[in-house]
């Protein structure tokens, strides 16, 4: 039933103007944080690094390990390391991304 005569051309539509909206948004963010990594100490906080850009803002992201989906997200500004606090690295996934950009996720430092 994939042929012309069965297409939903609104659906089309709307579905290229959201993909065009994504493109959009992600070509203006800045560039992605390289080296994301976070201390493997033991310890309820999550201390993480990442090289940063110049004058570039940061967020971070994190989910529970159950979660397929970041479930929160803290600005941290032009850095390049945070602590989140209360947050322990057994039980989360973290991230980091520039601000409007795509989250790298974390990986033990060392």
């Known amino acids: 039933a994939d042929t012309v ?5 609104e659906l089309l539509a709307r579905s290229v103007e959201a993909n065009r909206v994504v493109m959009d948004a992600l070509s203006q963010a800045a560039p992605p944080p390289t080296d994301v990594r976070f201390d493997t100490a033991a310890g309820y906080h999550t201390h993480l690094s ?17 979660s397929a989906i970041w479930q929160g997200a803290e600005d941290v ?31 033990p430092a060392g």
């Not at 940063?52 to 390990?65: G, K, L, M």
């Not at 602590?83 to 990986?107: C, I, W, Y």
């Open 5 to 9: 005569e069965n297409m939903d051309f």
């Open 50 to 66: 990442w090289r940063p850009t110049p004058d570039v803002r940061y967020q971070v992201f994190w989910r529970e390990t159950s």
């Open 77 to 107: 500004g032009e850095v390049g390391a945070a602590t989140m606090r209360n947050l322990n690295k057994d039980e989360h996934f973290f991230a980091v991304g520039s601000e409007g950009g795509v989250p790298v996720e974390a990986q």
